[in-house]
């Protein structure tokens, strides 16, 4: 499952992120890595962005990066 999958509300632990060079570090700078909780505040009409919360503070994401991470719930 990945983030973009999970229901506006939820929380959901990531379990691996799936892209590359750039991408992937660009990801790890916000705080998404390994391990870390991440809850889905909301979506956008559209369904792009995707606003989470993470670490404590609000971000929001477009929904190719939320494909490349994994969760479990």
């Keep these: 499952m990945n983030l973009k999958e999970v229901k506006i509300g939820s929380t959901a632990k990531v ?3 799936t892209g590359e060079g750039a991408v992937k570090r660009r990801i790890m ?6 391990g870390t ?7 956008a009409p559209l369904g792009d962005p995707i606003e989470i919360t993470v670490r404590g503070y609000e ?11 994994e969760v479990e719930m």
Excluded: F, Q, Y
């Design 15 to 17: 379990k691996k992120l």
């Design 29 to 34: 700078d916000m705080g998404i890595t390994k």
């Design 37 to 43: 909780e991440v809850t889905v505040r909301k979506v």
């Design 59 to 69: 971000l929001s994401i477009r929904k190719a990066d939320a494909e490349m991470i």
